[in-house]
Every structure is written in structure tokens, then in C-alpha cells.
């Protein structure tokens, strides 16, 4: 198969990483695969996550291989030491990515809550019990002023998670990637919706979960992270929170069919609070790393 590989320009060029693009295209011009190699910073500079497609008609032609190939030179041309991927269990890419040098270092679980089974009165209790020392509160998009600087200082929050072999580094948060990592949400048409636990005692933030939901407020929405601060943890924050967010979405957009969610297989305390509020399991990825 005559295969040409062509570098696109991403639009998607912010001030936290960058990626870089392909299209790979048969003799006559009709895409077979592409591939996105994101360059991380801010902690995370020995990494590159890589994002490869084959249209089905054309894999076992070597284009998989040829567009895996130019984004792994990229990568060692850039100093990273580590290649990422993704791929579902069991599907083609993992077998691809397997055998092709890769190891399996992380399973992810992802599950599903439908908004139609949520059982309100059950998040209520969740929602209205006590939790001595600390307080909920809520926003919509960007974080205010007088509550970025203990919000980014949160984030630390996921510094410890549970992530078995993979090398992803601490990411270096601050009061400006917080607010651009907002921006990134607002500018690309959704809505990004964040709770958090306070510190009574100082105004703190103890603890936060991050809900992103359509911009037309249908389908399905994606939880992003939600970490508590280790000196906070056995105070169900956590649960709370999440407890919170649904309440909020469900509240909110009577359109949304449901809400998405990926944990690290191994991250059992955060399984635990996703199967008490009802989601159900949709899939299983592998996280495959590659070391250059």
C-alpha cells in the first residue's frame, strides 16, 4: 500500500502542552489513520500521550505502524522518555499496542450513572448530613477571585492517587492553569461545574470534584477529577461532593441522560463511592506506556 504521511496543525495549541498531528492517506488522497501526540509540561515534560486511529478497512496495511513510528521519533526528538496510550481491553489497539513494545501499566474502569435512575431523595440525605468542620459550596465555570489560590493549591489533592505502574509525573498547578483549563471548557461550547468542600476553620478548600456537562445540556456529562486534601480524608468528602454534583445536574439540565466516569481499577475507596451512587460499569481501557 503506498502510504503518505502528512503533519496537520492543531488548533489545539494551549499554554500547558502542545500536539502535534498526521494524517496518514492512500495513492489517491483518502485518509486511513491519524495520530496525536500531545507534549506535556508543568511537571510533566518526560511525557508524550499519543492518540492513534485506523479506519478499520485499512488496518494490517502498516499504516498503524508508519504513523506509530513518526510520532515516537517525534517524541525522542522532543527529550520524552515516555509514550502513553490508550486503548479499550481487548480491542484492536491494545493488541497493537502490545505488540508493538508497549506494557499494560494501568486499568481504568469507567461507568455510567443514568440520569433516570437517580433516586433524589437518596442524594438529599447524602447532601444535608452534617459534616462538622466543613461546608459545600459551588461554581460555574471560572473559579472566583477569592477562592483560586486555595483552589489551585487543592489540586494536590490528586497527587497520591492510586495510578499502579505508570509515570505521570506531579503536575504543577496554579492560579493561572486553573483558570485555563476553564477557559479551554468554556471556548470549546460546554459548561464546566466544580464543588467544593470548605475548611470552616480557615476558608480552605479541603476538597473539590469538577462535572463538565454539554453545552446544549444533553447527552451525557464527564466527571473530571475530584481529590480530597490528605489531611482531610475520612470525613466522606468525597462522597458528599459527588453526591452534590449529581444532585446539581440533575437539578439543572432535565435533558441529561446520564454521567460519565473513569477510576483506576485499583483506586477501590473511589470505586466504592461511584457503585454507592448507582453508576453501572460501560468498559475497561488499558493505559500502555512505552519507554524511549
Same mark, same amino acid.
Given at each position: 500500500m503506498? #502510504?503518505?504521511?502528512?503533519?496537520?496543525?492543531?488548533p489545539? +495549541?494551549? &499554554?500547558?502542552?502542545?500536539?502535534?498531528?498526521?494524517?496518514?492517506?492512500?495513492?489517491?488522497?483518502i485518509?486511513?489513520?491519524?495520530?496525536?501526540?500531545?507534549?506535556?509540561?508543568g511537571?510533566q515534560e518526560h511525557?508524550?500521550e499519543?492518540?492513534?486511529?485506523?479506519? &478499520?478497512?485499512e488496518?494490517?496495511?502498516?499504516?498503524?505502524?508508519?504513523?506509530? @513510528?513518526?510520532?515516537?521519533?517525534?517524541?525522542?526528538?522532543?527529550?520524552r522518555?515516555?509514550?502513553v496510550? %490508550? /486503548? $479499550?481491553?481487548?480491542s484492536?489497539?491494545? +493488541?497493537? *499496542?502490545a505488540?508493538?513494545?508497549f506494557?499494560?501499566?494501568?486499568?481504568?474502569?469507567?461507568?455510567?450513572? /443514568?440520569?433516570?435512575d437517580v433516586?433524589?431523595?437518596v442524594?438529599?440525605?447524602?447532601?444535608?448530613?452534617?459534616?462538622p468542620?466543613?461546608?459545600?459550596?459551588s461554581? !460555574?465555570?471560572?473559579?472566583s477571585?477569592?477562592?483560586?489560590?486555595?483552589?489551585a493549591?487543592?489540586?494536590?489533592?490528586?497527587?497520591?492517587m &492510586?495510578?499502579?505502574d505508570?509515570e505521570?509525573?506531579t503536575?504543577?498547578?496554579?492560579?493561572?492553569r486553573?483558570?485555563?483549563?476553564a477557559k479551554?471548557?468554556e471556548q470549546?461550547g460546554d459548561r464546566?461545574?466544580?464543588v467544593?468542600?470548605?475548611?470552616?476553620s @480557615?476558608?480552605?478548600?479541603? /476538597?473539590?470534584? $469538577? #462535572?463538565?456537562?454539554?453545552? @446544549?445540556? /444533553?447527552?451525557?456529562? %464527564?466527571?473530571?477529577?475530584t481529590?480530597?486534601? &490528605?489531611e482531610?480524608?475520612?470525613h466522606g *468528602?468525597g462522597?458528599?461532593?459527588?453526591? $452534590?454534583?449529581?444532585? !446539581?445536574?440533575?437539578?439543572d439540565?432535565p435533558?441529561?441522560?446520564? *454521567?460519565?466516569?473513569?477510576?483506576?481499577?485499583? @483506586?477501590a475507596?473511589?470505586r466504592?463511592?461511584?457503585?454507592?451512587l448507582?453508576?453501572?460499569?460501560? +468498559?475497561t481501557?488499558?493505559q +500502555? %506506556? #512505552?519507554?524511549?
Amino acid at each position: 500500500m503506498s #502510504l503518505r504521511i502528512t503533519p496537520l496543525t492543531d488548533p489545539a +495549541h494551549g &499554554p500547558h502542552g502542545r500536539r502535534l498531528a498526521w494524517l496518514a492517506s492512500d495513492a489517491d488522497s483518502i485518509p486511513a489513520g491519524t495520530a496525536f501526540l500531545r507534549l506535556l509540561d508543568g511537571g510533566q515534560e518526560h511525557l508524550a500521550e499519543l492518540d492513534l486511529r485506523v479506519h &478499520p478497512a485499512e488496518r494490517r496495511k502498516g499504516v498503524g505502524s508508519r504513523l506509530l @513510528n513518526t510520532a515516537v521519533a517525534t517524541a525522542r526528538d522532543n527529550a520524552r522518555r515516555r509514550v502513553v496510550a %490508550q /486503548a $479499550e481491553a481487548g480491542s484492536p489497539g491494545d +493488541h497493537f *499496542l502490545a505488540a508493538r513494545g508497549f506494557r499494560k501499566v494501568l486499568t481504568f474502569r469507567y461507568t455510567r450513572l /443514568a440520569m433516570a435512575d437517580v433516586d433524589t431523595t437518596v442524594l438529599a440525605g447524602i447532601v444535608e448530613r452534617p459534616h462538622p468542620g466543613y461546608r459545600l459550596t459551588s461554581w !460555574q465555570g471560572t473559579v472566583s477571585d477569592n477562592l483560586a489560590r486555595t483552589f489551585a493549591a487543592s489540586r494536590r489533592a490528586m497527587d497520591d492517587m &492510586p495510578m499502579d505502574d505508570a509515570e505521570y509525573g506531579t503536575v504543577a498547578w496554579d492560579v493561572d492553569r486553573v483558570r485555563a483549563a476553564a477557559k479551554a471548557v468554556e471556548q470549546r461550547g460546554d459548561r464546566l461545574h466544580t464543588v467544593v468542600a470548605i475548611d470552616a476553620s @480557615n476558608g480552605s478548600i479541603a /476538597a473539590f470534584t $469538577e #462535572l463538565v456537562i454539554p453545552g @446544549n445540556g /444533553a447527552g451525557d456529562g %464527564q466527571h473530571y477529577g475530584t481529590g480530597v486534601l &490528605p489531611e482531610h480524608r475520612g470525613h466522606g *468528602l468525597g462522597r458528599w461532593m459527588k453526591a $452534590e454534583s449529581i444532585r !446539581q445536574a440533575h437539578r439543572d439540565y432535565p435533558d441529561l441522560d446520564g *454521567l460519565l466516569t473513569d477510576t483506576a481499577d485499583s @483506586n477501590a475507596h473511589m470505586r466504592r463511592i461511584n457503585d454507592d451512587l448507582g453508576y453501572t460499569p460501560t +468498559h475497561t481501557t488499558h493505559q +500502555h %506506556q #512505552l519507554d524511549l
